[in-house]
Structure formats: C-alpha cells, structure tokens
C-alpha cells in the first residue's frame, strides 16, 4: 500500500496517467507498484529504466520516436505505446541503483521544474520505504531466532534440573540411605556440569 500510493502521488504531481516503481536484475525489469500499466514484468533490454539506473540524475525522454534509444522499442513500437518518459533511479543507502520510479505518457511532453522536484523527492521517498520494509522484515527475523533460541534454552535448562530435582525427590521420598543416594551422584553430576555448560556459553554469547 505505501507503494501504491508513492507512484498514485507521482502520476498526480506531474498529471501523466502511467507511474511505475520498477526494479532492474540482470535480466529483467519487473513492476513494484504501478499506476495505468497492464505489465508485471519485461525483458532488461526493452525497459527505459534499465538506462535510468546508468546515472544518477533523472532520465527524461520528451519524445522516444525521436530518441534513437527508444525508436525501435517494443513499448514504443507496440502497447502501451509509450512516447514520454521521465524516470528517477531508485539509490539505496549502499549506493545501489535498484531501479526507478517514472511517469510514462502516450504522447510527448515535459515537465515543469516544480513535478521534477517533486518527483526526485517521491523517489527518494521510495528509497526510505523499501529500507524501513527491509528493516522491519530483518527485526522480524531476529524476533524468530531470539524465539527460537529462548525456546532451545528453556528446554536445555529445563531437562537437566527436571532430571535432578527428580533424583533429590526420590531420595527423600525413600528416605534413602546414603549408600544408595551416591549411586545417583553420576547422573547429578552430569545434570549439574550440563547447565553450568549452557549458562557458560550464554554468558559468552551475551557479552
């Protein structure tokens, strides 16, 4: 949803009827949020964007049957029959170029200098969203592990002393005699070095 509505912004601001935040990969262009267009996805070699991410300024094409770039491209060429194009790279905090947030038009045109602003400030917008979702996803990851591990813990801690307390019980329940009470020394001595061993080893971890 905070996609959609970052490319239904763009359109807006420079009044065009087609936005798109797109994504670039080795082999393809594929489409994050869009506005006007019926694509999911297309081959690098025919998408505007793959030439966005090449600098770091925005790509404005006013007429691409006059670009010979874009001349013979089958967006150009064929549906949407794309004419217009103005694509801002999207750069991440790395320095990645990951793709572009455009507005496309079926007929020529420009932009004023205020959409252009506002466009370069909707991609960067893009950028800042894309890392929030990143870091949201990587908090989730660690909640997991750290659920998992807790879970690990509470049984490694949990087994030995069950172990142990069950030995003591029985040997009072029994009023054992001390003969046989250190014949369960072994056992209580392993249930003892066994959590000594974990909370060594969480301590290391933790600090």
Same mark, same amino acid.
Request: overall charge negative.
């Given at each position: 949803k905070d996609f959609d509505e970052l490319v239904e912004m763009a359109s807006r601001i420079c009044e065009i009827p087609m936005s +798109?935040? $797109?994504l670039i990969d080795t082999t393809r262009q594929w489409f994050k949020a869009k506005v006007g267009l !019926?694509? !999911?996805y297309g081959p690098r070699e025919e998408a505007f964007c793959a030439h966005t991410i090449l600098d770091d300024a925005m790509l404005i094409v006013p007429d691409a049957t006059k670009d010979e770039r874009f001349v013979a491209n089958p967006l150009v060429t064929g549906k949407p029959d794309i004419r217009f194009y103005a694509g801002m790279p999207l750069i991440n905090p790395e320095g990645f170029r990951l793709g572009s947030l455009c507005v496309l038009d079926t007929k020529p045109r420009v932009l004023t200098e205020t959409q252009k602003y506002y466009l370069a400030v909707l991609a960067r917008q893009v950028v800042k969203q894309m890392e929030l979702h990143k870091k949201v996803a990587e908090l989730q990851r660690l909640n997991d592990a750290n659920s998992k591990l807790i879970s690990v813990i509470s049984h490694d801690l949990r087994s030995p002393l069950s172990s142990l307390f069950g030995l003591l019980e029985l040997a009072e329940k029994h009023d054992l005699?001390?003969? !046989? &009470?250190?014949?369960f020394l072994t056992n209580i001595r392993r +249930? &003892?070095?066994s959590v000594n061993t =974990? =909370? $060594?080893n969480l301590l290391e971890w933790a600090s």
């Open positions: +798109a935040i $797109t !019926d694509m !999911d005699p001390q003969e !046989d &009470f250190r014949k +249930a &003892f070095v =974990l =909370l $060594t």
